[in-house]
């Protein structure tokens, strides 16, 4: 009988953790972003809330909860539950920037949020105005030398990577512009396209439109390798700024404590949503390329850039955000 009892004690042991991923979720799942609708991150956290749907049969809520450089959205995430059904979709802005950026944020990304899964990544591009006289990096730094702070660059925020592509230029090619940040991307590109600033370190989702329609020249690519959806545009690396690398990532996060079960079920279904061949062409269709990285390959990502971004914005000088 006492080996009879074991056997059992046992057996239920190793079918505790299969009830307990069978029991996930329970409640409806939110996916929360500090980005707009329509925006590449919005894009990627619809294509997992539709093959979580799929996969568990539970609704899956995305909310857009936009300010303060995302900080918002990942506090609010931070702060919830640890049971895997409210979750981030986190720009690297939040995650690696800010923390150097602002005085005081109120969550620490290394220590209330988990990594889940990182999946895009997306260069930012060098973009002018069509009627600036430079067709190429090297011709814009030698009028940039001429003129200093004549030439401006606009910026989505103080802090984005958009803003800090510009200063890591400005610092690498030994050049001054003006800095002009924008609240709102549709007015930036206006006046981009209108002329009343002279370029963008843009998103490739949001210019690669404007450049195939020939409103804006595009120079070069901020990432280390050149992008599939502008394989003929040079990276600023190849043309001599050595190690440029300012582009942007987007990776679902849990707040800490999340189960493991969970982060590994949650990551199982990430991957399986964005290698898809249908999320595949969505994100391509937007410049974007699925990374589809572990929670620890993530984690080492985070690792990695955090202290780099703090020695740029150190290097500049931006005063920390109150």
Known sequence: MARL???LVTLLSLA???????????ATIRIVLGFSPGSAPDVAARILAERFTAAWGKPVVVENMLGAGGNIAADYVAKAAPDGTTLLMAGNAAIVINPSLYAKLPY??????????????APNVL???????????????????????????????????????GELFQTVAGVKMQHVPYRDSAALLNDLVAGRVTMFFGSIASVLPLVRDGQLRALAVTSLRRSPAMPNLPTLDELG???????????????????????AMLHDEALKAVTASAAREKFA???????ARTPD???AVIRAETPVWAKLIKQ??????Q
């Open 241 to 263: 700024f050595s190690g440029f690398d300012a582009g942007a990532w987007f990776g679902l996060m849990a707040p800490s404590g999340t189960p493991g079960q969970i982060i």
């Open 297 to 299: 390959e993530f984690a």
């Open 285 to 291: 269709a937007l410049g974007m390329e699925t990374v």
């Open 127 to 165: 973009v002018l105005n069509k009627d600036v006289p430079a067709g190429s990096v090297q011709e814009l730094v030698e009028l940039a030398r001429r003129s200093p702070g004549a030439l401006t660059f606009a910026s989505a925020g103080i802090g984005t990577s958009t803003h800090l592509a």
């Open 108 to 121: 620490d990304p290394a220590r209330d949020l988990v990594p889940v899964a990182q999946v895009t990544i």
């Open 316 to 321: 500049i000088g931006i005063a920390p955000i």
């Open 5 to 7: 009892a074991l056997t």
């Open 16 to 26: 505790y953790p299969l009830r307990a991923e069978s029991a996930y979720p329970q």
